[in-house]
């Protein structure tokens, strides 16, 4: 069928069942979703259950939008007219893609007004609907500019939301009924994550990161199966960890043109972590893959999903993330193809313990046929030690390396990690278990903090109650301090005894460097990790017992700090973890693939589900396809 | 290296070995072969090991040609000019690929002339090279056209085979070293063979067939991995049954340009037998995938090769031939990858035992890591009786039913077991062991026949001896008629007590159902099945027990005749054999896929080839992709 008559069979069936008196002047696709645009949006609103309604019957995801949206800056002094001063709005964000205007306020509770009367003001004066947050207590430049940047190329998006809505609502075209998975990457091996996922219709790459400490790791992304690129219907992220979406923006430049679907955490985290992948990797002299350009064609093009929303991506493959446990906004990606026919979910990293910061994995699916299942502690002796005795260990570390004067560097991911030890530390020096010194973050670990604090839906619901209910927020307490510049990054280095929080996690270049420069030559200092350190990099050769390493190309750097691993910190499943996880998978899937793991890892664990579980086990190699159906 | 830089180089090596006095003009890649344009052909054949010791010294497969060769017509004049009448010329065909006349004579001797006089002064009139065969008995017309044809497009065919050459000379290019192989055929069931070998540097099709009984049974061939079709460095044919080459011609319709290697037989054979397909597809009012336009295409960028003869078809792959004993020209294709890196030998269809026509497969290779291996006997229970057994129930059930005044129909394939069944019912009848009644073959037995013996060389040792040295060539005995005609048909059907050797080997058209028609519904006639019966074929059907089949659209077939199987005239490998050859492979490779048999059948063998060899076995499924190294 035409696309233009099976939207107007659409808008048919939709004024069937939209009450008299409410006008639909027109139904178009837009990305995944299936937009109705109305004179009467606030009449449609009052209609509680009308679009869950549409939604269900129709089986589409719906979005009712005015057809006369007020300019952004107009509506802007207009809401800023409605609300009094002392709500203290901070920023608004419209987003043409949802007609939906995000207004930032110190006090939400002003901007809403008793019984909702303000917004229900602010709503008939323009056309947007208004949403109201908390203002982030740290601001994260990130987020601002992204939303600028969306705000500014807001007609390109949405000729381009537009094309793509008609591209996934195609008709199907083959009589065939298969679906694959090729491996392109992270397979006997951790980073480098890239899956392809394709059926007779569809081509869907699950990640497309790079490989921490290989001079050229990139996914096999040559290989005919994946090209042209702009056949590709859509790119998948798990999660925003630079082994999973380091290399999204190149595949802008070499052809693709489709959407990038991720969580809007990992969106944010993504593109922070993109930017500053470019800086490291152009001076390191190597040759850099893309530009600052194409990450904006990659903001260009996303599409952000919540948790547990089922959106159609292709003709024959729907998508749902659900909560990974892992970082910020990390989700496993569960596709459901055809008519009910197969599913898939990529768990991407996961943990599936809770953490200070997030709860645990999801194991409860509607469907589940195969799960390809990250196995970074796959291996029968990796049993990680409980976060009580993680952070216990911490803490003895810490008064050890203070009260002998030294000074104490824990390299970490900008991006989850970090934010797991400083929370960890905070609460230490709160409940004086530790003394209360200072706590430096370098490297973007600030800045991906303030992402944490933009979306705090994220979060477990034990700190969410923390911040706003008990009104705490960990992450602003005084011990944290920024350092922003090489002066400051020189005072630290000869300032008191203290903590460093810098990245990079595994030494493969960062701030960390320097600091390792200048204090591992001294016995009194310490150097913790305190995440995974992937065969290849500095990190994992100190691990080793290397009492040399390189500094860049003409430097050594002299270890004579003591080096310490607390393991516990990970935000991945243990091996025990990762067997509970399996177990309580419902329902339990047909077919299991061990990747993102070493070899004898992945091998270790398929083997072992296979053994106790009796379900069939892959552990793949790169390049290969498996049929699933 | 530029291909001019390399070719240079070439000659001044080539130069630098040659004796003074002969003069190298020029060097250039042909195909897989360097060939060498001289003024001193003669001069250069005198120098007995130079060719030899080039071919070793530079690596490749080296041809000699002089630069002017006599144009065809009058060389052929000239050549009869010197031979006496008495030698009985009846053809010669003029190769441009070789500079090489066959001259086809009925006394060769004399053309050969004593100690080789005769040949020599061919030689010095005119530049080609004469090589002598004996006539062949029957003449087939499909070799003397695809000679014709080859003739009439020779420059066309050398610019092809000069850009092939450079092709394949080309440099490599990539960092990577893989081995992979797709299946995109013929897993888990018998037919549409097609798999993909490929590497960072080449891609190679290893067959590309129909599959028998169904009418839809293309392997999948629209998959990224195999597009665009122009990617593909060449096609190799391992034997001319259609569930191997049906399709090859349909390739150059949709964009493959690339030559298609295969040993003379199984080209002559493969011709007829496409041409005979577009006939049967046509008649059955299906859409014709190709025409005989690209069956010429397929003529023309053919390339042949002789069992042993060790071959570059892309920069890192070569190919080598040997014996598959199946049918005629059958071979097992072994590829070298790399700098001795992997081997990997696909059976195609194979015989480990010894036939009335063809020695057993080769179980012997220099190096062996992976072998895809045919499975259609490959279950538990698919041993079959000897050859000895399996005559003597042939003969017993030939006695009954001409006793009894019935007539038998032997539905075979024109190629393989039709000769085979011919052979022992002429012995049956030289050593009185079966009446003598006519031996009526339909279809294109005759023509299958006549390129067996085109090519003797390919026929097992006591065949070839009974033919030449004791001068009694069983296919000309005088008990068999060809059928040619409707009105002999008829005859045939009319007639006394005979036995009917016809096609389509499993009953899905071809003249056996006009035969089965009009013979089934009596009693005392008998329908012997000698060969596999795929699933889905009529064939098939009878062998269930099915009482009617359709004949067409409308018409029922009544089966009252006695239904015979005489299983052991396979020309496949039965269980033991397929085990027996797996032992004695030399050396054991690391790795085997069953492939080629129902998916019981296969699933079985990989698994029991495990049990007893501890080799590691997969029997993989359509469109799933293996990584080999």
Redesign the interface.
Do not use: A, G, H
């Given at each position: 069928m035409l696309i233009e008559d099976r939207l107007k069979e659409l808008k048919e069936k939709i004024n069937a069942k939209v009450p008299a008196g409410i006008n639909v002047s027109e139904v178009e696709f837009e990305g995944p979703e299936l937009v109705i645009y109305t004179d009467d949006p606030k009449k449609f609103a009052d209609e509680a259950d009308l679009i869950k309604v549409l939604a269900r019957d129709l089986r589409k995801r719906i979005v009712v939008r005015p057809n006369v949206l007020e300019d952004p800056e107009i509506a802007a002094t207009k809401i800023k007219a409605v609300v009094s001063e002392g709500a203290g709005i901070t920023d608004m964000f419209f987003d043409p893609d949802t007609g939906e205007v995000l207004i930032e306020a110190e006090k939400p509770g002003v901007v809403i007004g008793k019984n909702g009367t303000t917004l229900r003001d602010i709503t008939k004066e323009i056309g947007w609907t208004p949403k109201v947050v908390r203002t982030p207590p740290i601001e994260s430049s990130t987020v601002k500019q992204t939303r600028q940047f969306l705000r500014a190329v807001k007609d390109e998006r949405k000729a381009f939301l537009r094309s793509i809505g008609r591209r996934i609502h195609r008709d199907l075209t083959s009589?065939?009924k298969?679906v694959?998975v090729?491996t392109l990457g992270c397979c006997r091996e951790v980073g480098r994550a890239a899956f392809l996922l394709?059926t007779?219709e569809s081509?869907i790459l699950i990640d497309c990161g790079d490989k921490p400490g290989s001079s050229?790791g990139f996914p096999?992304l040559?290989?005919?199966?994946?090209?042209p690129l702009k056949?590709l219907d859509a790119v998948v992220l798990t999660h925003a960890h630079l082994d999973h979406c380091a290399l999204v923006p190149m595949l802008y430049k070499y052809g693709f043109e489709g959407p990038v679907y991720s969580t809007p955490a990992t969106r944010d985290l993504a593109v922070m972590l993109q930017l500053d992948y470019l800086d490291v990797v152009a001076n390191e002299v190597n040759q850099v893959p893309y530009s600052s350009k194409e990450v904006q064609e990659y903001i260009k093009r996303s599409i952000t999903l919540n948790y547990g929303s089922v959106t159609d991506i292709a003709p024959d493959i729907k998508l749902t993330y659900h909560n990974a446990g892992h970082i910020l906004g990390s989700a496993i990606a569960h596709f459901h193809i055809g008519d009910g026919q197969y599913n898939i979910a990529f768990t991407g990293d996961f943990n599936y313990g809770k953490t200070r910061l997030f709860g645990p994995a999801t194991s409860q699916f509607p469907r589940l046929e195969a799960v390809f299942m990250e196995s970074t502690y796959g291996g029968s002796e990796d049993n990680q030690p409980s976060k009580n005795d993680a952070e216990s260990r911490l803490y003895e570390i810490v008064n050890e390396t203070i009260n002998r004067g030294g000074k104490i560097i824990i390299p970490a991911f900008a991006v989850g990690r970090s934010q797991e030890v400083m929370l960890a530390l905070e609460e230490g020096m709160r409940l004086e278990k530790i003394p209360k010194v200072k706590v430096y973050l370098d490297g973007m670990i600030k800045e991906a903090t303030a992402i944490h604090t933009t979306y705090p839906e994220y979060l477990n619901p034990d700190l969410r109650k923390q911040i706003f209910q008990e009104g705490m927020n960990p992450f602003l307490s005084e011990c944290f301090v920024q350092v922003d510049s090489p002066k400051i990054r020189e005072e630290v280095i000869g300032s008191d005894p203290c903590i460093i929080i810098t990245t990079s996690g595994m030494l493969n270049g960062g701030p960390v460097m320097e600091y390792l420069y200048a204090l591992a030559p001294y016995e009194k200092n310490t150097l913790i990790f305190v995440g995974y350190q992937a065969d290849g990099t500095i990190g994992r050769r100190i691990q080793k017992g290397w009492k040399e390493v390189p500094m860049g190309r003409r430097e050594t750097i002299v270890l004579n700090l003591q080096i310490e691993t607390v393991d516990g910190f990970s935000g991945h499943s243990d091996r025990r973890q990762l067997m509970a996880y399996v177990n309580h998978l419902n329902p339990r899937p047909e077919k299991i693939f061990t990747i993102h793991g070493d070899e004898k890892n992945t091998i270790d664990l398929a083997s072992s589900i296979y053994k106790r579980f009796r379900i069939e086990t892959h552990s793949p190699?790169?390049?290969?396809?498996?049929?699933m159906l």
């Open positions: 009589k065939d298969w694959r090729t394709s007779p081509k050229d096999y040559y290989v005919p199966e994946i090209f056949s190699k790169n390049l290969e396809t498996y049929r």
